[in-house]
């Protein structure tokens, strides 16, 4: 077929219209056009998959080789904090799902309504996380210059340590500690980051649904959308045994 | 070729999922999360395997349920049990290839003669 604008008769003009303004000209149909992008995000997601699955292998070589290290560097967690910010996440999931759901329904008040909810939940696992960040601020965990053994060397004068049971660990193990906190600032660092940027995005989709953007039929950023912040999901999925839960019978 | 043009039409048909099974997914997780917590509570033992070689059932255990919580996320939560078989290959393949490189680097990471030389 010719260039459409260069053959534009009535009749050709009437097929070209058939489709609804959000689908591109390269498509057959707007479930080609969603399919396509869908696969095409789930092959970032899959980048993304690999760029994780790095830190966790990372992880899993290191907790063998210095596991007291990392035991004694997980009772340093706060379960409590760490298992509300898994509920806040997977809350935040299925109100986002359930946002995606909405836009499919062309509701563009309840739309609104779960994006919000999404916010509000994601920004709260931030405000959690940063009292955590606060914490190990203050002890002096964060790895570097000023990082202190003093939690692993001399646990009775640590209260994390104490309730835990810890026993003084040799100073060349105590060292190790500081491999676990590396770890620990690399992966809940980055899916902080990937936090902040969905929270971002969802700012900005807050304000373009209220102006009515995806409840045209149009659903594909808001799916796309979703299928990050479940990703960002799953890796919280693994973070928390990982990282919290280790040892502690 | 119109016929050929129905069947994909109708593969292609845009699924919307039930709020309800997003509940229940949503449960099902909820419970996941309760579980894995108590189960760090409980010491599981260990497998002595050969000299030098242990598995620890804790967490194994850990590591299975997050990884059915992560797959109802990918199947519901993330439409792959309703998407097209281009993308259900392409997830189960990614996720294939990254166990494929895990798992190639532990293989020749246990099979070294680790103090040996």
């Known amino acids: 077929m010719s260039d459409s604008h260069a053959t534009a008769t009535g009749a050709e003009a009437a097929v070209h219209h058939q489709h609804p303004p959000y689908q591109r000209h390269h498509f057959e149909t707007y479930a080609q056009q969603n399919d396509a992008t869908n696969f095409a995000m789930w092959l970032f997601l899959l980048t993304e998959v690999m760029f994780f699955g790095g830190l966790f292998t990372a992880y899993m070589l290191y907790r063998n080789w210095y596991y007291p290290a990392f035991v004694a560097g997980s009772h340093q967690l706060s379960i409590p904090l760490g298992f509300g910010n898994t509920l806040l996440l997977i809350l935040s999931s299925f109100t986002m799902a359930m946002g995606v759901w909405s836009a499919e329904m062309k509701k563009k008040g309840l739309l609104v309504f779960f994006l919000i909810c999404t916010f509000i939940l994601g920004s709260g696992f931030l405000g959690i996380k940063s009292i955590e960040y606060k914490e190990k601020i203050e002890k002096h965990h964060v790895p570097g210059f000023h990082y202190s053994l003093q939690s692993f060397l001399n646990p009775d004068s640590d209260e994390a340590a104490k309730a835990a049971g810890d026993k003084p660990m040799a100073p060349d193990m105590a060292r190790h500690t500081e491999v676990y906190f590396s770890l620990y600032f690399a992966m809940t660092g980055m899916h902080a980051l990937h936090m902040i940027i969905g929270i971002g995005i969802l700012g900005f989709m807050i304000f373009r649904a209220q102006a009515g953007a995806y409840t045209t039929g149009h659903v594909t950023f808001v799916e796309n959308f979703g299928l990050y912040w479940h990703f960002v999901d799953i890796v919280w999925i693994f973070l928390f045994p990982l990282l919290y839960l280790i040892s502690r019978h | ?117």
């Open chain 2, 1 to 117: 070729m119109s016929d050929h043009g129905e069947i994909e039409q109708h593969e292609r048909e845009h699924h919307i999922v039930s709020p309800w099974i997003y509940l229940a997914i949503l449960c099902a997780l909820l419970v996941g999360t309760a579980a894995t917590v108590w189960a760090s509570y409980v010491d599981m033992g260990e497998w002595h395997i050969a000299p030098g070689l242990v598995i620890f059932w804790n967490p194994i255990l850990a590591l299975a349920i997050a990884c059915t919580k992560a797959t109802l996320v990918v199947l519901f939560f993330m439409h792959v049990k309703y998407a097209t078989k281009l993308t259900k290959l392409t997830v189960g393949a990614g996720f294939f290839t990254f166990l494929v490189l895990v798992g190639m680097t532990f293989a020749d990471y246990i099979s070294r003669a680790w103090g040996r030389w």
